[in-house]
């Protein structure tokens, strides 16, 4: 599988010179590939977008707002959207028109490092720049040094036409973007940002809808009541599209059970009657998987609404645990009436998470209650 860093490779460095050269016949390209292709192959995926923003300093005008008509003139036609209102991808036919795509995030950090002086002009090239990849990275600096200034401007682009710019309007200012700086006046109070995402959370875009639900579920992790009472007021009589988008918002505090969350979403009893989970090893190794089963039988008169999720309690490096949340089941149990449901849970270790051997626990966690569990020994 080709390494995720090599999308920043000496093809894209050719394709920026050869568009900024066109646009600017006087622009050093030769200068600026030397400088953005050195090492090139030994850096990490961000190290790269860094060393191509500092070949941009280095060779592109001195003068912002000169520098910043320059790379909005190199740009490819906006990212075209689906009928969801998704990215639909570039075809070579536009990328041929112009720059796009990963280079951009390399331009982005250009505006953010030049352009402070001027942040009217920045983020105006940042609308542009936003369109042809996103400027969800670039836009922080701005609103963590100038917030006035720029929450002011983005205001004005929640009815902007392009859904890469509504967009924008929600995922730049996230409290707690990854990758992202973190915008810590916003992780202490959200307030300037509401307004912002109640005017999008019934845009027709997919694309921004998904952004408001992570914008909400980042403020559940330092404002869960606020989260817990934005779904009481904004589910009821709620469209199809905006329910999955609270849904979403609220899928952190539902795994962690959080009680005025479940209680909104009217999962406040946990299970009324009985479950087994049985796995399908008692020992599994490091790289495999192992398999759940869960039993469920109704001591209740009625139909219970159900949200299931397990815990996996991961051994550390020092022999303690640590639970991790999974999603599992929302499923509709019968009055009186007993359901089995299954999966298979991966052991392979993944980039934020390391595996050790020992002794783990999975735990069965019904509307935010623990019901059943079961152990297995993990090996190497």
């Given at each position: 599988m080709e390494p995720f860093k090599n999308l920043i490779n000496a093809g894209t460095v050719q394709r920026a010179g050869q568009h900024l050269q066109r646009v600017w016949p006087a622009f050093d390209r030769q200068g600026f590939e030397h400088r953005a292709t050195h090492g090139l192959d030994t850096l990490e995926f961000k190290a790269r977008a860094m060393q191509l923003a500092e070949a941009l300093q280095a060779t592109l005008p001195t003068d912002f707002g000169d520098a910043a008509s320059l790379l909005e003139a190199s740009l490819a036609p906006p990212i075209p959207l689906d009928a969801q209102g998704e990215p639909a991808g570039l075809s070579a036919a536009q990328s041929e028109l112009g720059l796009s795509g990963w280079v951009v995030w390399s331009m982005g950090e250009f505006v953010a490092r030049q352009g402070m002086g001027d942040v009217a002009r920045a983020l105006q090239c940042l609308h542009a720049l936003t369109q042809r990849f996103s400027a969800e990275f670039a836009i922080r600096p701005f609103i963590q040094q100038h917030p006035e200034t720029s929450l002011a401007t983005i205001r004005t682009w929640v009815d902007d036409p392009s859904a890469h710019v509504r967009r924008l309007v929600s995922e730049g200012s996230r409290p707690r973007l990854p990758w992202g700086l973190r915008l810590q006046a916003l992780v202490a109070d959200?307030?300037?940002?509401?307004?912002?995402?109640?005017?999008?959370?019934?845009?027709?875009?997919?694309?921004?809808?998904?952004?408001?639900?992570?914008?909400?579920?980042?403020?559940?992790?330092?404002?869960?009541?606020?989260?817990?009472?934005?779904?009481?007021?904004?589910?009821?009589?709620a469209s199809?599209?905006?329910?999955?988008?609270?849904?979403?918002?609220?899928?952190?505090?539902?795994?962690?059970?959080?009680?005025?969350?479940?209680t909104a979403w009217g999962l406040e009893h946990g299970l009324k009657g009985d479950a087994v989970l049985t796995l399908t090893a008692t020992e599994a190794r490091v790289g495999g998987d192992i398999g759940l089963a869960l039993r469920l039988r109704s001591r209740s008169r009625q139909p219970q609404t159900l949200v299931i999720d397990y815990v996996v309690h991961h051994v550390r490096a020092n022999g303690s645990t640590s639970p991790k949340v999974f999603k599992g089941w929302k499923t509709e149990l019968d009055a009186h009436g007993e359901h089995t449901l299954s999966k298979r849970h991966s052991l392979r270790p993944v980039t934020t998470r390391t595996l050790y051997p020992g002794p783990h626990r999975i735990e069965i966690q019904v509307n935010g209650k623990v019901c059943a569990g079961a152990d297995f020994e993990l090996l190497p």
């Open positions: 959200p307030a300037p940002t509401l307004p912002l995402l109640l005017a999008l959370q019934d845009d027709p875009s997919a694309y921004v809808r998904r952004s408001v639900a992570n914008h909400l579920n980042d403020i559940a992790k330092d404002h869960p009541d606020l989260v817990a009472q934005w779904v009481r007021e904004h589910l009821p009589a199809p599209q905006r329910s999955a988008l609270l849904r979403h918002a609220s899928r952190s505090l539902v795994k962690q059970g959080h009680a005025p969350t479940l």
